[in-house]
């Protein structure tokens, strides 16, 4: 049994809250949120065994910090946890923030300890699915992920602000720089979300992908998005967003070699995007309070045991799907 | 002088009209792609999970 240490009491902060202590792992759970009236509610509502902290910074000698605070304000944290020798499972979707995280790299590395970098529904779920198909083919040549839906209002606000910045693409050997909101594509998702227009956005992802596919030519990163989307991009957000977005997807496609085959694997998760980073974060806590997780700082996809965190998931009711027939990718 | 740009405007008109009904015929009859006909997702399970 652990002591863990939760950053962010929102709408992943408390799945993740609920996933931990459901888990029978963590026997004791210090949250800290800056909103005091919905920290103070999360931890009523989890009960023994959960406590409410304050401040940002670290005490106690926590086994593993988990940060769920909004996109920007992660890594501050999370170089402070690696500073004092302590685990770190970070679920942010900025890309420069997530660049800040891989950077860690190193001193990590010299500590022992792992930094899970992007534990979330995409970032995250994504590359575990990246890494888990990857198993079949002899060599990667592409991957391409995409998602639909948000999860809280920070996430929402980051979603908005990915549509209009500029995003990153890896094509042959060589970072390309990407208008957000171009280069539409129609992608299959799991039913019911079935087709969406998804388009190119400031999103982390071929950051987290490259880096642990040798020889990848091709990664892409695509989010849905509609006409008003696209349109009041660059606007501030007109209205607050939901306390949580509906049923969201991701999907995952990759392109490789099999013998002398060509081959192309698809794969997709639905699911509240909130809920299911919750799950993937809390599944990537347990494995690293299980030693299963080597020091370094990557994302998901740097992980080997991929059918242990999928078993996990599983377990914690995120249940991924694979497409079976023709690639959908037109 | 007055003639010419009278029918410059008409042609003007014409032209949008025609690209009008043009895009409102594809709208309506055109079919939009053909979604997947074959395959389906299925969860992973057994062997995927080996």
Redesign the interface.
């Known amino acids: 049994m652990a002591r863990v240490l939760l950053f962010g009491a929102g709408a992943t902060g408390a799945r993740i809250a609920r996933q931990l202590r459901s888990s029978g792992v963590v026997d004791v759970l210090e949250v800290r949120d800056p909103n005091l009236d919905r920290l103070d509610r999360l931890v009523a509502d989890l009960g023994d065994g959960a406590v409410a902290g304050r401040g940002r910074r670290i005490t106690d000698e926590p086994a593993a910090v988990v940060i769920a605070s909004p996109p920007g304000t992660q890594v501050g944290l999370a170089r402070r946890a690696v500073h004092e020798g302590i685990a770190v499972i970070t679920t942010s979707n900025q890309t420069s923030e997530v660049r800040r995280l891989l950077a860690l790299d190193e001193e990590a590395r010299y500590q022992r300890v792992p930094v899970v970098v992007g534990a979330g529904f995409m970032p995250g779920l994504t590359c575990l699915l990246a890494r888990h198909g990857a198993r079949e083919f002899d060599e990667i040549d592409e991957i391409h992920v995409a998602k639909v839906g948000t999860g809280g209002p920070a996430c929402a606000r980051q979603h908005h602000r990915a549509l209009s910045s500029t995003g990153i693409d890896w094509r042959d050997g060589t970072w390309m720089r990407r208008s957000g909101g171009s280069g539409r594509e129609l992608a299959w998702f799991p039913d019911p979300v079935g087709g969406r227009d998804c388009y190119r956005a400031a999103l982390p992802d071929a950051l987290l992908l490259v880096q642990e596919f040798e020889g990848v030519q091709r990664v892409t990163a695509r989010q849905a998005a509609t006409r008003r989307d696209r349109l009041t991009a660059p606007l501030p957000m007109l209205r607050p967003p939901h306390a949580e977005g509906g049923i969201g997807a991701i999907r995952v496609e990759l392109r490789g070699r099999v013998g002398v085959e060509r081959q192309v694997a698809v794969y997709g998760a639905i699911d509240r995007p909130a809920v299911a980073a919750g799950a993937v974060a809390a599944a990537a806590t347990m494995h690293v309070l299980a030693d299963d997780i080597s020091p370094g700082a990557r994302g998901l996809a740097g992980h080997t045991d991929t059918v242990g965190l999928l078993s996990t998931l599983a377990g914690r009711g995120v249940k991924p799907v694979r497409f079976e027939g023709i690639s959908t990718f037109v | 002088m007055g003639g010419g740009l009278i029918t410059l405007i008409r042609r003007a008109f014409v032209a949008i009209g025609a690209g009008i009904a043009v895009a409102a015929a594809i709208r309506v009859r055109g079919h939009g792609?053909i979604?997947?006909q074959?395959?389906?997702?299925?969860?992973?399970?057994g062997d995927?999970?080996?």
């Open positions: 792609g979604p997947p074959t395959g389906g997702w299925r969860e992973l399970r995927d999970l080996r």
